[in-house]
T-cell receptor
Framework: AAGVIQSPRHLIKEKRETATLKCYPISRHDTVYWYQQGPGQDPQFLISFYEKMQSDKGSIPDRFSAQQFSDYHSELNMSSLELGDSALYFC??????????FGQGTRLTVV | GQNIDQPTEMTATEGAIVQINCTYQTSGFNGLFWYQQHAGEAPTFLSYNVLDGLEEKGRFSSFLSRSKGYSYLLLKELQMKDSASYLCAVLPGSARQLTFGSGTQLTVLP
């Protein structure tokens, strides 16, 4: 079965630019999560969606927004990028209150 | 808030057994997960405990004591490919997203 698909795998942006990351969850999973992982750090929860509605919000900057579409794919929009936004961004999907399955991540580099 | 503690680093020898501990303090509890993560790759699900006791899955076992806020991941017959970061993650009662510990970097030596 296909896993969580993220695109792009790598992204290089300049400061103050905008980036959009996409996530295609596993079929029939009702929850999508976004995590940010800096070098040598644990994944930090950003935001989640349950049945296409925003469910929980973690340490997501106001410059970031996310949504989940009718086909269940999700997008993380990042504006006014800063050098500190350089990180691995993981999307995960799961069924409510069960384990999350992670995508391969998008490596964002802000220069 | 949520607090999850694990050792930062551990080293073990190929073929040996290693136990990685995790203690947690969370508001509510709906399960504890262990993930394996190789550098630059996505975390991979290893195990899930929601009731007290031991869950065995091949070379990997995970134990949970809810009253003590404690879990461990036991890796047997260590292989070089087991060198990775092991993340303990808790599903608190009030939220639906996993809260991760900082991870334990395991190095397996020949």
């Amino acid at each position: 079965a296909a896993g969580v698909i993220q695109s792009p795998r790598h992204l290089i942006k300049e400061k103050r630019e905008t980036a959009t990351l996409k996530c295609y969850p596993i079929s029939r999973h009702d929850t999508v999560y976004w995590y940010q992982q800096g070098p040598g750090q644990d994944p930090q929860f950003l935001i989640s969606f349950y049945e296409k509605m925003q469910s929980d919000k973690g340490s997501i900057p106001d410059r970031f927004s996310a949504q989940q579409f009718s086909d269940y794919h999700s997008e993380l929009n990042m504006s006014s990028l800063e050098l500190g936004d350089s990180a691995l961004y993981f999307c995960a999907s799961g069924e409510r209150n069960t384990e999350a399955f992670f995508g391969q991540g998008t490596r964002l580099t802000v220069v | 808030g949520q607090n999850i503690d694990q050792p930062t680093e551990m080293t073990a020898t190929e073929g040996a057994i290693v136990q990685i501990n995790c203690t947690y303090q969370t508001s509510g509890f709906n399960g504890l997960f262990w993930y394996q993560q190789h550098a630059g790759e996505a975390p991979t699900f290893l195990s899930y405990n929601v009731l007290d006791g031991l869950e065995e899955k091949g070379r990997f076992s995970s134990f949970l004591s809810r009253s003590k806020g404690y879990s461990y991941l036991l890796l047997k017959e260590l292989q070089m490919k087991d060198s990775a970061s092991y993340l303990c993650a808790v599903l608190p009662g009030s939220a639906r997203q996993l809260t991760f510990g900082s991870g334990t970097q395991l190095t397996v030596l020949p």
